[in-house]
């Protein structure tokens, strides 16, 4: 199996930064994209930020210009820096990776359990 483990979130002023981090564990061959996902109250999911394994980078419009995602595909961790963050970037951020277990062919999803974020105004 694969884990994902998210560590970072917290409560920070309208204008506040926070860092979220991500860590995969387990019997790892490869992680392919690495994403990170959003869930405020009473909404749907919805994507954040994307990097595929090369580098290559996509936000949702809301947060362009003020949160980067990187990894670090050495130790199979992702990143989200929020800068400038708004009250409503509240929610519970979930890390999801596509990732093909060791001796093993097949890709799978896998989720973080998620981490609270509050941006109080």
């Known amino acids: 199996q694969v884990q994902l483990v998210e560590s970072g979130g917290g409560l920070v002023q309208a204008g506040g930064s926070l860092r979220l981090s991500c860590a995969a564990s387990?019997?790892?061959?490869?992680?392919?994209?690495m994403n990170w996902y959003r869930q405020a109250p009473g909404k749907q999911r919805e994507l954040v930020a994307v990097?595929?394994?090369?580098?290559?980078?996509n936000y949702i419009d809301s947060v362009k210009g003020r949160f980067t995602i990187s990894r670090d595909n050495a130790k199979n961790t992702v990143y989200l820096q929020m800068n400038s963050l708004k009250p409503e970037d509240t929610g519970v951020y979930y890390c999801?990776?596509?990732?093909?277990?060791?001796?093993?062919?097949?890709?799978?999803?896998?989720w973080g359990q998620g981490t609270q974020v509050t941006v109080s105004s």
């Open positions: 990097i595929t394994s090369g580098g290559s980078t």
């Open positions: 387990g019997s790892i061959f490869s992680i392919n994209v």
């Open positions: 999801h990776a596509v990732a093909t277990m060791a001796l093993t062919t097949t890709s799978r999803n896998y």
